[in-house]
């Protein structure tokens, strides 16, 4: 059953963002439930900093008063035991205090000192109430103050109560709406991301073999999609050439198999005066052309080697003695230098038989009787040498072309020849050149590396 991206990734996101609410919760929680202390404190630093803020001097710098905003100011007035705040001189004493007590907070059976009482915090007993303390020192015109703050425990419980209720019920409600609107804008982002590639498959899967020029188009497709649409488009390109090619090449082959053909039903027709010379050369010369149509056929296609450590050497003196009957009859001495260590090379043994048998038959036809082919064999390379009138420049970019055939051939051969073994090197990762310039004749090279 096959999935979809676009529900996959939302899943996916929306599991993530679920995972990361509950984590943030949960520890939002602990905090409350198992931090107080520190929510606490943290709480009574921000009012130092508020009060700290507020401090009013008068023209003699002394400290006047403190104006505290409405809501502070409501705490204080309204909850003169549970909430209190004091301002202290650098002695101890008490310059302003929110209950209106003249002496400072301090641990009962002690004394208040100013200096070791200093951002420290304590926890005391005041009217059958808890109250937890924090003494802060702070610099104003260069005077040093000292500013306690207290709360009492039931009004930080009180508080801590209804703020971490009031907290994860508006937490819960902010996640669910963040998912759901999270899925929701994914979900729209990536249908209308994926549109084109939608518009893309859609113009694929109305590409035929006759309309195999048709092209996918880039336009507004997001760029991360870009890669694949060309590379189907590329993936295209190759396919249309090779169908053109094979096209021609059927046409081509239908063209070659038609004149001997059609010389042999003329020669049939007539009766009784059919030369049965001219018509074995011609059903030869078809045979030829049809084993040549099954090598390419064979070598066209990689599935058909089987590569393997063969030694290069004995497959050339294979090729070379397989055409020697060739040679004589044409008078044409093939001379073989060759080491005699073996030479390993991994190829497919029979394809390599092909291509060397193909390229001294080559030059066995083009080298003039009396001449020599000359076959050349090191780790590197294989060499073949004709001595025949060379290769004109004109036709270097011929000499691989299917049924191309060069003007002083001796023979009547398909065409196919060099072409079988353009394919053999392809296959195997060589490199066929030629050397024109030999003077006389023509090299023909297969470079192993």
């Known amino acids: 059953m096959r999935y979809s991206l676009s529900k996959k990734l939302i899943v996916s996101a929306a599991a993530t963002l679920v995972v990361i609410a509950l984590v943030v ?8 439930q198992w931090g107080p202390e520190l929510l606490l404190k943290r709480e009574m630093l921000r009012h130092v900093d508020k009060i700290q803020e507020r401090m009013r ?12 905003n409405s809501k502070m100011r409501l705490l204080y007035e309204a909850l003169k035991e549970d909430s209190i705040y004091r301002i202290l001189d650098d002695k101890g004493a008490v310059l302003i205090a929110s209950d209106g007590a003249s002496i400072p ?10 200096k070791t009482a200093a951002d420290t915090s304590l926890v005391l007993r005041r009217s059958g109430l808890t109250l937890y303390v924090f003494t802060q020192a702070v610099s104003v015109n260069d005077k040093t103050y000292y500013i306690q703050v207290a709360r009492s425990e039931r009004m930080h419980q009180a508080i801590m109560g209804s703020d971490s209720a009031s907290f994860m019920m508006a937490a819960g409600v902010a996640v669910i709406i963040a998912i759901l ?19 893309a498959s859609d113009a694929a899967s109305r ?11 880039t336009v507004d497709v997001p760029k991360e999609l870009v890669p694949l649409i060309d590379a189907f488009n590329k993936a295209l390109d190759r396919l249309e050439l090779g169908y053109r090619l094979q096209q021609e090449f059927l046409a081509t082959v239908a063209h070659e198999l038609k004149t001997p053909l059609a010389l042999i039903r ?11 010379q001219l018509l074995l050369k011609d059903v030869d010369r078809m045979a030829r ?15 058909n080697f089987m590569f393997e450590q063969v030694d290069a050497g004995e497959v050339v003196v294979s090729a070379v003695e397989h055409l020697g009957r060739l040679a004589d009859r044409l008078n044409v001495s093939v001379v073989l230098n060759s080491p005699a260590q073996k030479i390993p090379l991994m190829a497919d043994s029979g394809a390599l038989f092909v291509l060397v048998k193909n390229l001294l038959e080559n030059a066995i036809h083009h080298s003039p009787a009396g001449s020599s082919a000359i076959v050349t064999v090191t780790s590197g390379h294989i060499a073949v040498r004709d001595h025949g009138e060379g290769v004109a420049a004109d036709n270097v970019a011929l000499l691989f072309k299917r049924f191309w055939r060069g003007a002083n051939r001796r023979d009547e051969g398909a065409g196919l020849g060099l072409s079988i073994c ?23 090279i297969v470079v192993f590396s």
């Open 266 to 276: 003329g020669q049939i027709e007539l009766d009784g005066t059919a030369d049965r």
């Open 207 to 217: 590409i035929e073999f006759n309309s195999l020029d048709s092209r996918l188009s």
């Open 25 to 32: 919760s949960a520890g939002l929680a602990a905090v409350f």
């Open 57 to 68: 001097f008068d023209a003699s710098g002394k400290l006047s008063g403190v104006d505290l």
């Open 289 to 303: 052309q049809v084993h040549q149509l099954l090598h390419l056929a064979e070598v066209s296609d990689r599935k």
């Open 422 to 444: 353009k394919e053999i090197s392809l296959v195997h990762g060589w490199r066929l050149v030629v050397m024109r310039d030999q003077r006389p004749g023509a090299e023909f």
């Open 181 to 199: 609107v999270f899925t929701f804008v994914v979900w729209g982002t990536f249908n209308r991301a994926l549109r084109p590639l939608r518009v």
């Open 105 to 114: 907070l301090f641990a009962k059976d002690t004394r208040f000192d100013p």
